[in-house]
């Protein structure tokens, strides 16, 4: 069902909404479903889907089909290939970061989301090694890539983009953290980056963090997009649910701490009275 917070405002949280804007067309038959993907939202204008860790957003040189792009084109064609639909990019994911994740349907939406994307806010969950002293803020730097496509911060404020990430935690156990963070610019890696440079980088990031720290999966994932619609100007937010591998990430931090705990406590000896000595006659 579609909730309407306001006059303007729309909501669409983890799919349901999307299902129900579909009711009085042809459902797509399920051999056409995007696979490695959810939809949340879909209408004649865009799209908005909930990305799988591990999924390339656009072709790379080395993969140029198995890419949400990709998918989703045969999606909207319905596996026609001679038809004439296609879905714009407006923005990117890295290739390890899932959730919520928007394509245009026409060159039109695809401007207008762009020429807005000042006002779009984007909002991301992730768990990071370590505890923040201040439990919100935000992190800014001027961010540069190098030849090896590392994202690094500077103090070059020439060359390097400025960049700002807010934060606020939502829940701390033992050595990580779950944490809530604002994309307020967006430059390329720029949470990862931010996090790594306050010593918290995001949990199973081989790229920023710190090496093999037995997560083979980065802990980043786009919960929530808000921005104004192409066509109807109103005001909109589509939400993803939470992967179960970041609650999986905590439980396991939380059983470790509770065995440390129990190994930290050693039994104590138990006392025993001083032994009587025979009264010397």
């Not at 949340?40 to 799209?47: F, M, R």
């Not at 899932?98 to 984007?122: C, H, I, P, R, Y």
């Not at 103090?155 to 701390?172: L, M, Q, R």
Request: charge should be positive; aromatic fraction near 6%; charged fraction near 35%.
């Amino acid at each position: 069902m579609e909730t309407k917070n306001s006059d303007r405002t729309e909501t669409a949280k983890n799919g349901k909404d999307a299902k129900e804007k579909k009711k009085g067309h042809d459902a797509p038959k399920s051999k056409h479903l995007p696979k490695g993907m959810e939809i949340l939202y879909e209408d004649k204008d865009i799209i908005v889907v909930d990305k799988d860790a591990g999924l390339l957003t656009i072709a790379t040189a080395k993969n140029k089909f198995r890419t949400a792009h990709c998918i989703l084109n045969d999606y909207v064609r319905k596996g026609c290939a001679k038809s004439k639909n296609r879905v714009f990019v407006v923005h990117r994911l890295d290739q390890g970061t899932s959730g919520v994740l928007m394509f245009a349907k026409s060159e039109e939406a695809k401007n207008f989301l762009q020429d807005n994307w000042k006002d779009t806010t984007k909002k991301y969950l992730a768990v990071i090694h370590g505890c923040f002293d201040e439990k919100d803020g935000v992190v800014t730097s001027y961010l540069i890539e190098n030849k090896a496509l590392v994202v690094y911060s500077t103090k070059d404020t020439v060359n390097g983009k400025i960049a700002h990430t807010a934060y606020k935690v939502i829940k701390e156990i033992g050595a990580f953290s779950m944490v809530e963070l604002t994309l307020l610019t967006g430059r390329k890696n720029q949470i990862r980056v931010h996090m790594a440079d306050k010593g918290h980088p995001v949990v199973g990031d081989g790229k920023y963090g710190k090496g093999k720290d037995g997560y083979t999966r980065l802990a980043l994932h786009a919960r929530s997009i808000s921005f104004t619609h192409p066509t109807t100007g109103k005001e909109m937010t589509v939400e993803a649910k939470i992967p179960s591998y970041f609650d999986a990430i905590m439980k396991k931090q939380k059983e470790k701490e509770k065995e440390a705990r129990q190994k930290s406590v050693t039994p104590q000896p138990q006392e025993r009275e001083p032994k009587k000595h025979a009264a010397k006659r």
